[in-house]
């Protein structure tokens, strides 16, 4: 499959774009219209999981309950990911905008969005923003609404159906999947849940167009997305850059000259070693992210790294399923007795495969996804675990 | 405790009394109180009618809505990997220096709480650390050392 050049995009933040008059044309054109529009771009979820956005807007739409909702998941918690709050900061009235234009196209009077409480600190700003953004709503005469609400902490929040309970007020306990939000998400309505930056995107997408939109990135990636680079890397930030590019590209321009290894898509991602760039396309037929890029330059310990993630997701596992409950308990404990010389290298092998369990049995996300960045350090850097 | 009762009607008020109000009035009453005690969430369970259990479970199930004790001001460092990897190991030593605490406990004038957090999202500019709700990135020895003498100072 061909790749992309490395290409830096200016969308998200394009100060060449007035939102009053994006959301006005917006709002004039027909459902089915934007609708086209969004599926036609190819924009699939930049938080992660890359559901088609405009297939979530048509199944919603197609919903006869009265009463729905437009969520904004602003629960940015993957190790390593800091644009939603960039996107925040500096574009709010592009991410309401997207939530109205998403509103006006399912039949939804109230937009949530749900802020992680690390995040406490945007809320003045954000619910100024919101204010001047209902002023415009009332002049033009288009009735919907947005609301914040708070996080306290907890990463598992960020899947959705976690999401929508903790809305509710109550535990961030995953549901079980189906029913799909579209048809019963928050107060068990038809909801159309987006990352931040998907919201941004659809808006954009109304402003140039599918095909201009289309014309970046590859057949299974369309488009830009903003990158959160950090770790080993002189120049750690904000990037938004064009889809498909390849991992070695990728860290001629933004590594040391002695990465040994990026992790990709965060905690829950992949982690890709050295020897694997110039095979690696970053984008969903290649190693997808939501967003996080970790540099490794060569002083850094993986066993260190794995260890950091699996501690990680012992704390925020719900608690609620076994697999992923116990499954994180034991390769934390696992890894260390190895390290310690208490078990054989061979145990590692025994912690892949309960990593694999994991995979197909826990209920949500987040125990699904312990065994990339597990099997992926295992895999690629043995050594580093035993000795 | 006429407080408690008082700030949790108040709070009541505000975000309602139904099961989706919960949540705000456990933030309401951290943002307040700095933790959760135990008056304070059976008091929520009388305001709202719904068991204690219920706002036992739901409020420690968030790592921010404390249960515990906690100081005026709680300092939560990020201990995830890229902040590790920028110093935060020296950041957290330098920090239980000067208010003579270990992680996880509470300095004896109840002014400073020290706890360790889960990426905070500021990757790119680690170490970073939250006092209450107040960002502070780019920790090296003299800023934190500047920070939390200011707090200090000031308390």
Redo the contacts between chains.
Sequence with gaps: MPNKKLKRVDIIFSEDCVYKDVLTDGLKKSNEAILKEILDSGLRGRGGAGFPTGLKWKFTSQETEEEKYVVCNAD???????K??EILTRVPLKVFGGMAICAKVIGAKHGYIYL??????LRADLDKAIEEFHAYLKEIGFDFQIHI???????ICGEESALFE????????PRNKPPYPTISGFRNKPTVINNVETLVYAFMICRIGAGKFQELGTTDSRGSKVF?????TPI???YELELGMLLEDFVEEFGDGDTKAVQVGGASGFCVPRKKFKDTIIGFEGVPTGG?M?LFNSS?SMY??LK??VE?FE??S?GQCTPCRVGCQQLKKGIEAIKKGEKSAHYLDTLQKLADTMKVTSKCGLGQSVANSFSSIVDNFKEEMIY | MPEIKELVKDLADKHGR???????I??GI?TEERFISDVAMAEVARELDMSAALVY??AT?????DTEPRGKYVIRLC????C??KGKRQILKIIEDLLKINVGETTKDKNFTLLE??????????PAM?IN???FTELDEDKVTEIIGDYMRNV
């Design positions: 940015e918690g993957e190790p390593g990911t800091f939603d709050r992680r409480g690390e995040y406490q600190f609400l708070m996080g306290s902490g907890a990463y903790s809305m509710e007020g109550k535990r961030g306990e959160s680079i950090s770790g080993d750690a930030g904000i996080s970790m850094r260190n790294v950091n993630y990680f704390e925020e719900c | 139904n099961r989706e109000s919960l949540l705000p456990l933030q951290v479970g739901t199930f968030y790592s921010f809505l201990k995830t990997i890229t590790d990897m957090t889960n990426c905070l999202g500021w990757c790119h500019k680690g939250l709700d107040e960002a």
